[in-house]
């Protein structure tokens, strides 16, 4: 069995989201902060509901904030490495339901420089998943007016005389204690943290304001800002907000989160339907029962199904969500009707993208700071 682990690098094993809350310091979204956020936004996202974003830091700041006078902004981003796959995207689609409800800014910042430092990649290598990446990102229709694309190498100009502030005031001790640095790390991959802060203000640098910003991210890369909050204060900025979502599971089963370097095993952006087909039925893990007649009499475990977890993403009706689980539990459904649902879901959702995504060359320069 894999040691349990969650870093911004590597997350392995099962993940206890309940002890990360003790471990990382952060509050659960709770029913009085869901109620705020469907007042001020018109409704709950079906995101929040499932407590797949599930915990905070400081996320009542910002809806004060907003509340206030809307002096708000988003920031959210993606490290190039590779092909972008299903599980890269919700979180994007739940920052761009911020945006469209909450009528604000989004700065996405490509680490090109990140990936460059941590991966096994040339930098040419890096630079062409920057711009593959730059497509899917397109595809999921943030507002062009109101979003900024930042990439660390080509934004350096404005980037590093940020990023030097804040790399004075955190010390190497402390990243090391973070990250779990050795002699061996490279020096560039000790400053990144400095360059992934940057966009926590650099808004309100080139704007001369000062807004509070939220950050959708995963709970893996909490690590960053952890250690940035109090640096962004000390430069004279609000602490940034943070909204922490829990990993999409891999196809193979609930221990760690899908990866796009075992492309078998991960549904990409890019895929055609028989490959979603194939790969859905091939490697979902199944909660399903080991014959059809013990089935019918057990039913089916949809905690551990992989093609119920993910329906949580693909169907927004609660009803009919519950009411799929509902005839699994009683061994009404089989676990390779479910799948056959998802993969009818999927499909439709890869279609809608890729459309979009195949339009999407001739925007990059409107997105671009």
Known sequence: ?????????????????????????????DDA?????EKLA??????????IFFANRDLKLWLDEYEKDKNVFLYTG????????????????FAKWLQDKFDCELWFQFTDDEKFLYKNKSY?????????????????????????????????????????K????????????????????????????????VPVFLPNVLKKENKRCLIPLGIDQDNHFRISRDVVEKLGFKKPSIIHGKFMPALVGLEGKMSSSDPDKAILMTDTPNQVKKKVNKHAFSGGQDTLEEHRKKGGNVEIDVACQWLKYFEEDDKKLEEIYSKYR???????????????????????????RAVAEKKIGDYLY
Not at 33 to 37: E, F, M, N, Q, T
Not at 141 to 154: A, E, I, M, S, W
């Open 330 to 356: 009683k061994g009404e459904l089989l676990s390779g009707e479910v799948k056959k649902i998802l993969i009818e879901k999927i499909n439709e959702f890869l279609a809608e993208h890729q459309k979009r």
């Open 166 to 197: 804040v790399a004075k005031k955190i010390t190497f001790s402390t990243i090391k204690a973070s990250f779990g640095f050795t002699d061996t790390n490279n020096i560039g991959s000790i400053f990144y943290t400095a360059m992934q802060t």
């Open 124 to 164: 040419e290598e890096i630079q062409k998943w920057t711009h593959e990446n730059m497509l899917d990102v397109i595809a999921i229709g943030f507002n062009p007016k109101k979003t900024h694309f930042l990439v660390d190498t080509q934004h350096a100009g404005i980037m590093y005389p940020e990023a030097i």
């Open 42 to 51: 018109g409704e709950t996202h079906p995101y929040l509901r499932r407590e």
């Open 78 to 93: 993606r490290g190039p490495s590779g092909p972008i796959h299903l599980g890269h995207v919700f979180g994007w689609i």
């Open 33 to 37: 902060l869901l109620k705020r956020i």
């Open 1 to 29: 069995m894999a040691k349990n682990s969650v870093t911004p690098y590597d997350v392995k094993g099962s993940v206890d989201y309940n002890k990360l809350i003790n471990e990382f310091g952060v509050k659960r979204i």
